[in-house]
């Protein structure tokens, strides 16, 4: 692979890691979809968004594989 690709790559990682920084939280919908996994006790709190992180997955490799074609 050329630096010149992986630097692009690695940058176009990077303003996606920014950008879920910054508007993570004021996407109503994300973290709340059914299959993301909740417990609460009294003194125990777990919390896994399983299926917001599949679909985060599927949109970086739909990504990916479009900037490898």
């Known amino acids: 692979m050329e630096?010149?690709?992986?630097?692009i790559i690695f940058g176009?990682?990077?303003i996606?890691?920014?950008l879920w920084l910054t508007f993570a939280g004021k996407i109503p919908f994300l973290g709340k979809l059914p299959g993301?996994?909740?417990?609460?006790?009294?003194?125990?709190?777990?919390?896994?968004?399983?299926?917001?992180?599949?679909?985060v997955s599927v949109l970086i490799s739909l990504l990916l594989w479009f900037f490898r074609r």
């Open 36 to 55: 993301d996994i909740r417990f609460q006790r009294e003194n125990f709190s777990f919390y896994f968004p399983l299926v917001s992180c599949l679909i």
């Open 12 to 14: 176009l990682i990077l």
């Open 16 to 18: 996606l890691l920014g």
């Open 3 to 7: 630096i010149g690709k992986a630097l």
